[in-house]
């Protein structure tokens, strides 16, 4: 029976086993074949409307106006496909709190509020450009903290290095008079070097040491029974840290080592900061669920155009941009946009001119000023198409993969995760368009490949497991991007509001997968 959802405008005055019971009675009321958008009973009323494979129901009492009823019912049904993910069971129970919340503008203590769709979506939403304002100077103060921290903590690393050099230069003034390649292996930790050592500088004196064991052609010290503690723990240290960064290398972990990280953050930091005063990113998420056997299950792509502004008197401007010819794109406005100047001259701007955007933006988030969406059912759409074809064979399983990629967009950065049943050695990969690695761990086997255009349109890939379940190797994961997306949304020109020459700007375009797979 199809899944119901319940909206009651006498939901104050009623139990939760008296609305269990009335859910239960209607499966038994509806009739297959019927017209009628509702039933009546003895005591209360059911206003329905199918919506695929649910109803979408309204429980009244009977005497309530059916077409305040009916008009309720229209505004609700308009609601859910603006929440819902998809409009099956599974959909609505994903978003369930977001059509609640919805659902309770709409009606308030049995009775229905006069709002439209557009103004339930502003309440339910309800950001604000102060409060973005405030995350922003919150997360500024932690970044500078962070920065203070890393300053304080390179000058404690600075005030040891000089302190060691220190140490060490002690250390060679008390044994310059003497004969170091005759006397050191003569030399005892109580003698005149004895300071050196007991002055907690061990670690500052590894490379001497070194120096000096390569200078006295291979002599051990004698006299010296045991090393300096700190000596003795920095090399034992070394020594089981090295084996153990081997090791996580073997097992196919990425290892990252960490010199000079405050130049590596410096430098990651500087590549995401925008250099023009306004700065206009138009981003593409790509939700694809491809079937193993072929087919197309799910196509979805959001996208939205970001704007950032370095300064505050470049903030009274407007954009004007320049959509594509995808007919299946929807575009929707932020709810501070002129939605008429938009509608009219494809001109982005407050509706308050008067008032300039947000500046000082940090990161790549920026203010959101137009989002779009795009569903579609035709699998030409699909970018890039992944056929796997596992077949056993005796005491193996050869496991052919090929990829055939659209015309309509150069891949760059992909990779295929193709998960393997657990081994004790890596597959054996007889061919490959790419490069691939294994990782054991996870036992994933990705094949990477670092650009796809017109020269490399169609690959594959062949390797060999132990026997195994065609299922082990589902589902495969996908990811790539790319510098054209659907929209074909381009910045034409940014107008300013105050008169004068426009500022300068740049526009990133970018399509990404955030959950590409073939299940």
């Not at 590596?264 to 990113?281: E, F, G, K, Y």
């Not at 955007?357 to 990161?363: D, H, I, K, N, V």
Request: glycine share 8%.
């Amino acid at each position: 029976m199809r899944k119901k959802l319940l909206v009651s405008r006498q939901f104050v005055d009623m139990s939760r086993i008296r609305i269990e019971g009335l859910l239960a009675a209607f499966p038994k009321l509806i009739g297959i074949g019927k017209q009628h958008t509702y039933v009546e009973t003895e005591n209360v009323r059911y206003v329905y409307q199918p919506i695929e494979a649910l109803y979408l129901l309204l429980v009244t009492n009977k005497q309530s106006n059916i077409l305040d009823d009916l008009e309720t019912l229209r505004l609700l049904s308009k609601l859910v496909p603006e929440y819902a993910m998809s409009l099956d069971e599974e959909g609505i129970c994903q978003t369930a709190f977001e059509l609640i919340f919805a659902f309770d503008e709409v009606i308030s203590l049995g009775h229905k509020e006069n709002v439209t769709v557009a103004q339930v979506k502003q309440y339910c939403e309800m950001e604000s450009h102060e409060e973005k304002l405030h995350k922003l100077l919150l997360q500024n103060k932690i970044d500078e903290t962070k920065r203070r921290m890393k300053e304080e903590a390179s000058k404690i690393d600075q005030m040891k290095i000089e302190k060691n050099r220190g140490n060490k230069g002690g250390f060679m003034s008390s044994m310059g008079s003497g004969r170091i390649e005759s006397s050191f292996s003569d030399m005892s930790i109580s003698s005149g070097g004895g300071g050196g050592f007991g002055s907690g500088s061990g670690f500052g004196l590894t490379n001497d040491i070194d120096s000096f064991a390569s200078k006295s052609k291979g002599r051990q010290p004698s006299s010296a029974t045991a090393p300096p503690k700190g000596l003795g723990m920095k090399l034992g240290k070394n020594q089981r840290a090295n084996q153990f960064l081997e090791s996580l290398k073997a097992e196919g972990e990425m290892i990252v080592e960490d010199a000079q990280p405050s130049k590596l953050s410096s430098h990651i930091a500087a590549a995401h900061q925008p250099t023009d005063p306004v700065t206009l990113t138009a981003e593409e998420k790509l939700n694809v669920t491809l079937k193993r056997d072929g087919g197309m299950s799910n196509f979805d792509v959001q996208g939205q155009l970001s704007l950032q502004i370095l300064n505050p008197e470049d903030g009274l401007i407007q954009v004007q941009i320049e959509a594509g010819g995808n007919p299946g794109v929807i575009f929707k406005t932020h709810p501070n946009m002129n939605k008429e100047l938009f509608a009219n001259e494809n001109i982005l701007g407050l509706r308050d001119p008067s008032r300039p955007f947000p500046t000082g933006q940090t990161g790549d988030a920026g203010v959101g000023l137009l989002k779009w969406r795009m569903q579609s059912a035709d699998e030409s759409m699909v970018p890039l198409t992944i056929n796997c074809w596992p077949s056993v064979s005796g005491n193996e399983t050869f496991v052919s993969i090929e990829y055939e990629a659209s015309s309509m967009f150069d891949l760059r950065n992909v990779v295929i995760s193709v998960p393997l049943p657990a081994l004790r050695e890596p597959p054996s990969v007889r061919q490959i368009d790419g490069e691939w690695r294994y990782d054991s761990r996870n036992s994933i086997l990705e094949w990477s490949i670092l650009l796809i255009d017109n020269s490399n349109r169609s690959g594959s890939m062949e390797f060999v497991v132990p026997p195994a379940d065609s299922s082990s190797f589902f589902p495969i994961s996908v990811r790539f991007s790319a510098t054209s997306t659907y929209s074909e949304l381009k910045v034409v020109n940014i107008l300013p509001l105050k008169g004068g020459a426009p500022p300068k700007f740049s526009q990133r375009t970018q399509l990404i997968t955030e959950n590409y797979q073939v299940a």
